[in-house]
């Protein structure tokens, strides 16, 4: 992918932070991931049907996949955001939010 980033914030941050990722992902209207966590299989997640913060958060450290409108790989962590996506665009958005 062309476009990577980290970003490190405290462990109380996550909640925060798991929500803002759930709001850019709607508003750049990627409304379908796979959710992997440890020890976990792939879990698909429609993003309108479903707690897309509370999900992220539950499973965390877990690895997000995109691949509809936008190319993405989002690696959450404890206390750090991980991501690579081939959209400029959202690559900007993530930049802004993990700052």
Same mark, same amino acid.
């Given at each position: 992918?062309?476009?990577a980033?980290? +970003?490190?914030?405290?462990?109380? %941050? !996550?909640p925060?932070?798991? %929500?803002?990722?759930?709001?850019m992902? %709607? ?5 379908? !991931?796979s959710?992997? +966590? ?6 698909? !997640?429609?993003?309108? /049907?479903t707690?897309l913060? +509370?999900?992220?958060?539950?499973h %965390? ?24 996506? *081939? *959209?400029? /665009?959202? /690559?900007?958005?993530l930049?802004?939010? !993990?700052?």
């Amino acid at each position: 992918m062309r476009f990577a980033g980290r +970003g490190i914030f405290p462990i109380e %941050a !996550l909640p925060h932070r798991c %929500a803002a990722i759930a709001g850019m992902l %709607a508003e750049r209207s990627i409304t379908s !991931l796979s959710l992997n +966590g440890p020890g976990s299989t792939s879990r698909v !997640l429609e993003a309108r /049907a479903t707690d897309l913060p +509370g999900e992220i958060e539950s499973h %965390a450290p877990c690895v997000l996949i995109g691949s509809v409108p936008v190319r993405l790989e989002i690696r959450v962590g404890r206390g750090s955001i991980d991501w690579a996506t *081939d *959209d400029e /665009a959202v /690559a900007e958005d993530l930049r802004d939010l !993990l700052v």
